[in-house]
């Protein structure tokens, strides 16, 4: 049970939410650069007021909470937890001030989505958006992948143990490197090389398809973020079907799978460890679940047989099951073919590969990689356990960067994670069927979301196929209640639960809890 | 006077060529062009398939020229007619739009494209829609025939809001004092 939590504890964790919360308004620095030098002075003014906005927040925080001491664990959890939330109130300033939301609470759905990498959207009329306004989306799904709290940690934290226990809190559990602050910025390191790389081959792949030299840059430079951050943003409506391209599929397709990797086998490899990629359980996991699901959905599309060519399975089918997969959401064929065209067989491996997602420790979600190989060796050893003889050990292990033997501890963690999202996308589902949307659709876009995908059937994206419904009942005209439970999917999958159970009882003790120290 | 009757054969003759022109008309409805949205087509994939359609909407995004064809995006919800940054209002979606590929002589017609900027240019295009084009690796398009501009595009104006001048000026004050006086405290020595 969590004591009452003292003044201290709720001055220290407001302290570090104003550190999380510049770190936000520092990042708005980027997309204010770009719409002051596409003469966007509006759109500057959003983002101006963004950052004011932030800055005052944490010089507020600064004068009234700063306290000398270190942050505990407990602390950690509420400020990864809270932190977000907060984050996502001030990152919604701009996009909210932009015109192209309803309401804030549309806005701040979006900002959730970006910041956990999903890449839903409710944002209207997205084709006349400004270029300031798509570098802050784009800018802060990268962001969001490498983690919120990791960006406050590379640059606003000092080296202290209480800093290792908010990264550890915001669902990354790796260190790279002993010092956490170290480990933070070797993230940034390997994402920022990747940017570059992977954005340059994008921009030579857009001019090549016809794309000005100038607009290709910034297209490259989003569709990188993006792909990278498994969030799936795109700059255009269409998605990925704008550009019509197999090599701009090919390359955003290579980036997403990269970018869905753990961080550490990131780090293993650069620091000359190559062997890692083929040892590693999840890299084993992913390419075992990717052929599972791949088989599924050959089946299912060969029996409703719309995309006949191995091509077109290439481009329409692999590649958006491998988007799923990763988390991603890049996509390029229209919401509802996954509905219309893909038939009940495909869209269902589209979901498990969803569901399962990527890998720990990465930009990814979902059940991730990692659990399902400690699963796959659990279910192993209990087989061999009961086919040996009775004083026979039976111990299983796993290699992620060093092998790890299994104990009950680590099994019993990861099932009760893998719970919490099979109740996460479970719900998301029936509250979908409960407003009248079709089962798959509804399961599609609740694990979509839960899992910080972004694949619509329909649900929360344009053209919604949902069966009599699909004349006008479009995305951000979707219940109120589902929009919130969906920032709740989104949010508490990206944390993997933990940080958001703790801020859960940080409220309950401040409520009725025993006043504790 | 006996009245004549027409003979039977004529009968069956004028039955034949109803039924004729009946089946006829049905087939040239077919293939001929309807002006169609793109919701309609895309929800209807299947019964539009290879039908010669007309769309007609706002060009947005870029005009990619490849070799002797090039691809444009046509978009024809709400706001293809006044986008929200002309004050617009909220249709409640994002934006309905399809490819469609064309000739290359077609396509250089697109003067002004749509976006933050400028409305794009009002378009009406004819051709062929595909739910899962072949040739363009099972893309959802139209493979346009011709192109007409209907509206010529134009600059959207984004008059200075002064409204968000001053707020951001308010806070930016605020932030400052509040610095101001937390630098003036952390550098005051500890009495």
């Known amino acids: 049970m969590i004591l009452k939590p003292s003044r201290a504890d709720v001055r220290i964790i407001a302290w570090a939410i104003g550190r999380v919360i510049l770190g936000v308004g520092l990042i708005m620095l980027a997309p204010l650069f770009t719409s002051l030098v596409c003469s966007e002075w509006n759109v500057a003014l959003d983002f101006l007021i963004g950052i004011a906005a932030c800055v005052l927040f944490w010089l507020v925080t600064e004068s009234t909470c700063r306290v000398e001491r270190d942050l505990r664990w407990f602390h950690g959890l509420i400020v990864a937890s809270a932190g977000w939330l907060t984050a996502i109130v001030f990152g919604a300033i701009p996009h909210y001030l932009s015109g192209h939301f309803k309401s804030f609470l549309d806005a701040c759905f979006d900002l959730m989505s970006g910041y956990t990498t999903t890449g839903l959207f409710l944002l209207q009329d997205l084709d006349h958006c400004s270029h300031g306004l798509n570098m802050w989306r784009h800018l802060l799904t990268y962001a969001g992948g490498q983690g919120i709290i990791v960006i406050a940690l590379t640059f606003l934290f000092a080296g202290t143990a209480g800093s290792f226990k908010i990264y550890v809190s915001e669902g990354k559990e790796e260190k790279l490197l002993p010092n956490v602050i170290n480990t933070a910025r070797a993230i940034w390191m390997i994402s920022l090389s990747y940017l570059a790389v992977g954005s340059s081959l994008l921009w030579a792949a857009l001019v090549r398809e016809g794309m000005p030299a100038g607009r290709g840059f910034l297209h490259a430079v989003w569709l990188f973020m993006g792909a990278w951050s498994t969030g799936g943003f795109a700059p255009q409506s269409l998605n990925l079907l704008y550009y019509h391209s197999l090599t701009v599929e090919l390359v955003t397709l290579v980036i997403f799978v990269i970018g869905s990797f753990n961080f550490a086998l990131h780090y293993s490899v650069w620091t000359g460890d190559a062997k890692e990629i083929y040892r590693n359980v999840e890299t084993r996991s992913f390419a075992l679940t990717l052929m599972l699901s791949t088989f599924l959905l050959s089946l299912g599309l060969g029996k409703v047989g719309v995309f006949g060519s191995l091509m077109e399975f290439f481009r329409k089918g692999f590649y958006n099951l491998v988007s799923g997969h990763t988390t991603t959401g890049n996509s390029t064929i229209y919401s509802v073919s996954f509905y219309r065209d893909f038939g009940f067989l495909a869209m269902w491996a589209v979901i498990l590969a969803m569901a399962v997602g990527a890998s720990a420790c990465s930009t990814g979600g979902g059940f991730k990689g990692l659990r399902m190989g400690i699963l796959y060796r659990y279910f192993r050893g209990e087989l061999r356990r009961l086919a040996s003889p009775e004083r026979a050990v039976v111990a299983e292990k796993i290699h992620h960067i060093r092998d790890i033997w299994l104990d009950d501890a680590l099994v019993k963690g990861v099932f009760f994670v893998l719970l919490c999202y099979v109740i996460t996308y479970f719900m998301g589902g029936m509250l979908g069927i409960a407003y009248g949307y079709e089962p798959s659709v509804a399961f599609f876009d609740a694990v979509s979301a839960g899992s910080n995908t972004g694949l619509s059937a329909g649900l929360t994206s344009p053209l919604m196929p949902a069966a009599g419904l699909s004349a006008g009942l479009t995305s951000p005209l979707m219940p109120a209640a589902l929009k919130v439970y969906y920032i709740f999917a989104m949010w508490a999958g990206r944390l993997e639960f933990m940080s958001v159970i703790a801020l859960l009882s940080f409220f309950g003790a401040l409520a009725r809890g025993r006043r504790g120290r | ?191």
């Open chain 2, 1 to 191: 006077m006996k009245r004549s009757t027409p003979h039977p054969i004529l009968w069956l003759a004028a039955l034949v060529l109803a039924a004729a022109s009946f089946a006829l008309s049905s087939v040239a409805a077919r293939g001929a062009e309807s002006q169609v949205t793109v919701q309609e087509l895309v929800e209807k994939a299947q019964e539009y398939d290879g039908r010669e359609v007309v769309v007609e909407g706002e060009v947005v995004g870029d005009v990619m020229m490849r070799g002797e064809e090039a691809w444009i995006t046509v978009n024809d919800d709400p706001y293809s007619r006044r986008s929200l940054e002309e004050g617009g209002e909220f249709a409640g979606l994002s934006n309905y739009g399809i490819g469609v590929v064309l000739p290359r002589a077609e396509a250089e017609k697109v003067k002004v494209l749509g976006g933050y900027k400028h409305h794009g240019d009002r378009v009406r295009v004819r051709g062929i829609f595909h739910r899962a084009d072949r040739e363009h690796g099972g893309d959802t398009d139209i493979e346009g025939v011709s192109l007409e501009v209907v509206k010529p595009g134009y600059p959207i104006p984004h008059p200075f809001s002064y409204g968000k001048l001053a707020v951001a000026l308010a806070l930016s004050a605020a932030a400052a004092f509040l610095g101001s006086r937390l630098l003036k405290r952390r550098s005051a020595p500890a009495s």
